[in-house]
């Protein structure tokens, strides 16, 4: 109940609210800062709040207004919505309507914005930049090639964009001085990698990482209808199997097994001192017939090593009555 009174009493603290990403400032993703030059142009004074700072607040707005991504815009504490609904109203008049309706006063200006005002750079560079954007709907600006990164922050962009089987583009600004320098005035992004998604700059490599981590990434991708390749079957089989040098599918997990052969087996490798990484097959129906097929093993528990097969309760508990576990398992 405290959080919900806070979440209202910050979205009441302005008729104009934008929960962000870093501050107007300083946005810290290019979603923010797209909606901030937005607000801008319309010449309107807003508050805003860094959801970066106050995790609570974060993880609490997305509840409390079911949307499951930043930036978000609030009009009298109402949710317009996130940085392409801002944007198509924009474009539309529709969000001056808005402001208009609910007696938003607009504020003097030079209406320069991020949006509008020029670069200083050539037509020419300009269109070569945006083609360059637009050349994928995932692209990445990197030290390097995805292959043969330069940099330890172009290493994790592509990283975390292979582990989550994403396809995407990408320019070695190594090769091209004029683009790397042009690009960090056209997207006021001044270091490299730089990730844009269908046309849009989502951040650099802490950016991205964070986005990675907290799930964010996976939703901005389907939101923008960016297919991710799903993993098959057979490579994840294979990705669990290695998860732990020594791992144990097993029905519920070692602090409750749910049968007694998984229990034994658990106790064994405990009384031997052995650390194991585990996976309950109860909660995963294609997990659990697909290594039946996979190992040639139709039962449970199955004990694995360097992803190989040592086999089930039997064996294991085998093992180690004949004092061979632990070395069994330490090769």
Same mark, same amino acid.
């Given at each position: 109940?405290?959080?919900?009174? =806070?979440? *209202? ?15 107007? @400032? ?26 970066? /700072?106050?995790?609570?607040?974060? @993880? ?15 009009? &009298? ?18 969000? &001056?309507? #808005? ?17 509008? $005002? ?8 300009? /269109? =070569? ?13 990197? %030290? ?32 091209? $001085?004029?683009? =790397?320098?042009?690009?960090? #005035? ?7 990698? *730089? ?23 996976? %939703? #901005? ?8 390749? %799903? @993993? ?5 089989? %294979? ?18 097994? =749910? ?14 001192? #052995? ?9 995963? @129906?294609?997990?659990? *017939? ?40 330490? $090769?």
């Amino acid at each position: 109940m405290l959080l919900k009174s =806070r979440l *209202q009493q910050l979205l009441d603290s302005h008729p104009v609210m934008l929960f962000m990403k870093g501050t107007p @400032e300083e946005p810290k993703c290019g979603f923010s800062r797209q909606v901030v030059d937005i607000l801008k142009d319309e010449k309107v004074e807003f508050g805003s709040f860094n959801i970066l /700072s106050d995790n609570e607040v974060r @993880e609490g707005l997305k509840k409390f207004s079911n949307w499951p991504t930043f930036p978000q815009l609030y009009c &009298k504490g109402e949710l317009l919505g996130g940085c392409d609904i801002v944007i198509a109203m924009h474009k539309s008049g529709e969000l &001056k309507d #808005v402001f208009r309706d609910h007696g938003i006063e607009t504020v003097g200006g030079s209406g320069k914005s991020g949006i509008s $005002e020029s670069t200083g750079l050539s037509a020419t560079l300009t /269109s =070569r930049l945006e083609s360059l954007i637009n050349s994928s709907p995932v692209m990445l600006f990197m %030290k390097g090639k995805p292959e043969e990164p330069k940099c330890g922050f172009s290493g994790k962009v592509v990283e975390i964009l292979k582990q989550g089987k994403v396809d995407f583009g990408s320019f070695d600004i190594l090769t091209d $001085e004029e683009v =790397r320098q042009g690009l960090k #005035v056209y997207s006021n992004w001044s270091s490299y990698p *730089q990730l844009y998604i269908k046309g849009e700059l989502i951040g650099g490599s802490d950016i991205v990482l964070e986005m990675q981590k907290s799930g964010e990434l996976k %939703k #901005v991708l389907a939101e923008k209808g960016i297919t991710v390749e %799903k @993993e098959n079957l057979e490579d994840r089989l %294979k990705n669990l199997i290695t998860s732990s040098p020594v791992m144990l599918f097993m029905k519920g997990n070692p602090d409750s097994p =749910r049968c007694g052969f998984s229990s034994k087996v658990v106790n064994a490798l405990k009384e031997e001192g #052995v650390n194991f990484g585990s996976f309950d097959i109860l909660t995963d @129906e294609e997990v659990r *017939q697909g290594l039946k097929v996979y190992s040639n093993w139709p039962t449970f528990p199955q004990l694995y090593h360097k992803g190989e097969l040592i086999g089930g309760c039997d064996i294991v508990m085998e093992l180690k009555d004949n004092g061979e576990l632990k070395s069994t398992l330490s $090769e």
